[in-house]
């Protein structure tokens, strides 16, 4: 765990340059715009501990998988986010000295993370080997309006003395990935230009041919002035620059403003891509650097406008909930439904940048909160456009008639992922696709997209779980053999309680939106039907029978459901009563001592619950709160926040915010030690719930919002936003109480401490903290 | 299946030459003497399909492990029996043309290994794109009397022309082994000579700094007489040969025999290698071809007399028996403890050619019966000599105070496996090493090796159970989780029937040794007990507390054993009613689907009951076997042997021949379509294990020799040899009777159908068969 950002509720600002922390500054200090984004890497030259990082969303490439032991079944890909063309840097030159932090005295080193007008700033002086001295000042972001563009700001100012300053701003195509299987490279030139004022790569992903062009466009100042300096161009394969020489003078500062665009072509035709992209850095030439800054504040503050959660008393919390939100927004827009959201979206190349169930289970509450509904319609379209993928996928595995399993780990619908007790049997993620697309239905009402698209996917994988199940003569029960739950510390096990609590709420869900569909338009119904060879009769019988005859594992004695078969085998020994330097036991043990103990990684009988809370008494959820979290080690960042909801569910306010406090800053705090790696990015939705879920006790219920707020002890006020419907409410929770407003033209019915009221279109409600 | 090798008693024998058999014929002709060995390839260049192999046993290197996702505990290397430099080169080359039977019209092809013998001969005749035929006849063995040595007599005779013949035979240890994880090669050059009648290369192993130096002498004959052609000398790399250019004279042929010498540092000083191996190959030379190759035949005859069956009436049967018997005493001679048998023996570098625990429950009983006792101490040697690093396993996942789990694969103690379920779970592999040891003494007497080495070894092991098994609060009883038994199609299953009944004999075991060496030799038990820590009162009131408690899974219903938690969960279609598309299952079938079904890989319940047949009755075999084996589906090669025991033992002959034949020609039928990887070597003892332990109902029982045999219908009688405690026993077995020869001067007594008979030195006695 590190502690060096400093507080502040807009910005998150480091001070004092570390290289021990440089790369996980890169990761923190990330930018993105949904499109395209990159770590924090330094602009001039630095040869010190980095990872290099410039993303193009949806732009992978399939690397040829590496495994010990080959398994029939496993894929032979698994699709990357490509590290592209890095179009950040600009290299300095004094004199014929390399600047390069690295080989200087640094001091007054800045960073900032400008959350409120989204742009990353950094200031520094440094002296070089040869005695000269420095000062800088770097802006840069990406354009949240223009999601092709992005700007950066390069100031210059020799301090004690006047000589060449050789500014060399370059887009560089020749990178690589970190974590490239076989050490190959996987772009190439397609072509590239110099052009007097700037240049421009277009490269080729290999296997996949995505194409990428990323152009530069630059101006040059000096103390404020517009200068035309001596430019010459630089080419070699992959790679562009344009070395330009100022004679620089003590104290006067010189300014390069570098234009760029990054066009694929997901969005180009190919033969489109250059002069396209010549377009673009037109525009944004024309436009001006300022104007952009300018228009990137106006679009963040419209998105903190929805976004933002205040909490007051409490600036460390303030400042960590706008990064989760902050980095939440920079990685996925919902504006295009061929994208996801990586498990480290921008920030960094591990886990491939691919899709995980992660989507579902954790973002989907907070997009479709927090943002146009049309956010979360496209994450839904996403699968849905996957789904004849995913009916391979099961066709692969031995199942057929349409069944469809859902990857784990995916980015054009195609199984990544290969550790068998993953790949094959963590299939509860297909239930999380499920339950995806009963969220928004509940939230938005939006029954039609169940008549056009939910539907078709809701019985591809009811059929998949009705082929995954199987009869058990000895039980005389349908069970659930060999699967692996969220709590990836067992694989391989029978009768999980939460896959098969999941598998047949599936069935049962697909037939509801049957019969609803059936009512809302019988034609289409049919038409599907028929194109699906969906026996309606034989199917849902077979459900049906699944439903009443599944097994469930429970203990009678604890009155608590069982993780799976033989979990009570187990030595039970309490996390708490574990040594200290077992911890984690990730780290520590061996696999195998990790599976045949009682610990469990993250929320898995809970994770039903909070999913299905509705069907359980409190009674019945605190005797499994109470069985379950204490052999919990929270060793995922997926874990803490289930565990804040249910806590502040049962009451219990103290430890709902102790769980609050291990997922807020676990990235900013550098918690597990690997935020050098990149972010977590879809553990932050779950961050964004503690607060809303847990602490606003927030929950739709038979269509209708409800809040059941707690005010953690150290804060005097938290207020967060919430759309739902067409209305939006601001909600704030003080000591005083809970005010609700509307600032919709929408009337709306909440229930507040299970009490409903109706607050008109932008009026008011308040009610005592309870 | 293939069925390509003629029919011989004495002779593995292929006619004509077809490439798509190559690579699997050279498994097959492999040549061994324990120390060296190689699979059969050509000695002049083939541009055909082929892998080549040469060997030297003990090399080895540890490869950087290849893995998809690290789990903690995993080793990083593989040590890897290496391809060595290969010295069975002779180029050939007619009038400046290369002789390549892949380029040439082939015909009157002829492979043998003459098992009688010990040599691997090749005839054939071949016509060049140029039009010139020759006839080639090839020669080649490893000494079994010198086991540095090996020779090769190849004989060309130009059939249609006269003209330049140059033969240039070449060490060259610029190889590769296929299965190198990182396309590294393995081997550095220390030094290279060429001598006027030869040349050596001293290669050193990277990482583990093995040397060997491999060494030729050759001389020339033209039609019979020695003659002194021209030589030129080449160099390069790695590899040295001599460029021999004779006068050749159509229909006069010309003979090079090429001595070979293989020396490694495991059995010389580095400084001497390059002196000894001259010695050697003077030696050699002096001796001369014939010989040597006289000499061959004698060592395998000595070999035949203690090692034959003798099938009648069944050429087929009697070709794969021998075969069987033949390519174990190439793999292993029993001479050196710190070799051991790879499941591949020489015959190719599949699974690292390293050992594995078929050693203990396969090879064992073989080399028993059919070698001096030495031969076994030594295999029983190699494992106590790597308790040390057995206990660091241990240790490694966990265990402490002395407990030792050996390595699921290993070439010096070392665990190299990397799959959790396997190298963290197979754990069964620590019983059959004790096993092994109780095998071994109640076989030989050899109770001093107890006191010595053994009872060491047993507490280590006896250790790591109790310290494996868990207590479970809900049974009231000790469990055994997370485990993986012979039964590979089945991972991460709790309390595993076999594992479980290991585990506690071996505790059980252990207790009754500390008896016996306490009595045997007091002193030198207490030395062994303050040397590891061993708390006698303590330690084995919990091992007999875990035997009395121990959970072992059973059905009352079917009165069977259950293999594991859950399995009667499992649907229950038997082998014979799945569809013939579906075999074999590990090609046809996802990993996953393979574990939730109830097929078995290779006995598992019934490899227990096969261990410790004397606890169960009859019927309690009878019903378990008629559970157990309609489940298996035989896809391990070590499976159909333990079966054809226990169905001999039943009394289904029939059954029993079906088992042995699916063994028994194995390779030479390609059964699995495998064998170009290299023969099945540790499975051929379970071959041998069928005939004498199924066939003939050999037991040791009381410290005595017990037979039960019957004899296939399709046999007119069979005949083997035992030497038990110092007796040697000849026993036939034909439609007559049984007919049991005493052929050594010590007297013993055997049971035969339950009646116990003394036979005196040298007598015999005959019983009707039942």
Known sequence: MKNYIKPDEWSIIE??????????????????????????????????????????????????????????????????????????????????EQLDLANCVVSNFRRELNMKQGYLKRNFSAKTANGKAVEVEAIRFCSM????????????????????ITLTPAIDGDVVNKDSNYDEKFWDEVSKANQPDGGYVLMRTKKTGFEVATGMKFSLLQNGQLIQPQVEAIAREKYVASAITVQAQQGRSISIIKYVANLSSQNHKPENLVANLNDTLNRIVAKGFDTMLAEQAAAWAKKWERNDIIIEGDVSAQQAIRFNIFQLNQTYTGEDDRLNIGPKGFTGEKYGGSTYWDTEAYCVPFYLATADQKVTRNLLLYRYKQLGKAIENGALLGFKDGAALYPMVTMDG??????????????????????????????????????????????????????????????????????????????NINNNWYTSTLATWCMGYAMEVIEKVKVADKAKYDALAARINFDEATETSRYQHIIEKMYYGYDEKLQVFLQQDGYLDKEQILVKDLPKADRP??????????????????????????????????????????????????????????????????????????????????????????????????????????????????????????????????????????????????????????????????????????????????????????
Chains 1, 2 share one sequence.
């Open 414 to 491: 195609t199984e990544c992922h290969n550790e068998w007790e993953i790949t094959f049997e963590e299939i509860h993620r297909n239930g999380a696709i499920a339950y995806a697309i009963f969220n928004y239905v509940r939230y938005t009402a939006d029954e039609a997209y169940l008549v056009d698209y939910g539907l078709e996917v809701l019985i591809a994988i009811a059929r998949f779980w009705s082929q995954r199940v199987s009869w058990s003569q000895a039980k005389e029960q349908y069970v659930m053999l060999g699967v692996t739950g969220p709590n990836e510390y067992e694989n």
């Open 145 to 164: 309006v223009d999601d092709e563009a992005a700007a950066i700001k390069y100031t210059i100012t020799p301090v004690n003395f006047s000589g060449n």
């Open 585 to 770: 036991l990730n780290q520590k043990w061996s696999w195998d001592r990790i599976l045949r103990s009682c610990y469990i990684k993250q929320a898995d009988v809970l994770q039903g619950i909070y999913f299905f809370e509705d069907r359980y008494d409190l009674e019945t959820i605190r005797r499994n709160f109470d069985f379950y979290e204490p052999r919990t080690v929270h060793e995922s960042s997926l874990s803490p926040c289930v565990h804040a909801i249910l806590a502040a569910k049962l009451g219990d306010e103290a430890r709902a915010y102790e769980f609050y406090l291990r997922t807020a800053r676990l990235d900013l705090d550098d918690y597990n030690n690997d935020t050098e790696d990149g972010c977590h990015i879809t553990s932050m939705a779950g961050t964004w719930m503690s607060v809303v879920e847990g602490f606003g006790g927030m929950r739709v219920r038979d269509g209708k919002l409800s809040f059941q707020p707690f005010i953690p002890a150290k804060w005097s006020s938290f207020s967060f936003h919430i759309g739902f419907c067409g209305a939006l409410l601001n909600v704030k929770v003080s000591k005083d109480g809970v005010q609700i407003k509307n600032t919709s033209d929408k009337s709306t019915t909440v229930v507040v401490y299970g009490r409903e009221q109706t607050i008109t279109a932008n009026a008011e409600i308040k009610v005592n903290i309870h």
């Open 15 to 96: 001070e004092g340059f570390d290289p021990q922390h440089h790369q996980i500054s890169e990761s923190i200090f990330s930018l993105g715009n949904g499109r395209m984004g990159q770590r924090a890497n330094f602009e001039e030259a630095y040869s010190g501990q980095s990872l290099q990082g410039n993303y193009v969303a949806g732009v992978y490439y399939p690397d040829k998988t590496r495994v010990g032991w080959w398994k029939n079944g496993y894929p032979e890909y698994f699709a990357k986010v490509l590290n592209a063309a890095n179009w950040t840097i600009i290299d300095i030159n004094l004199d014929g």
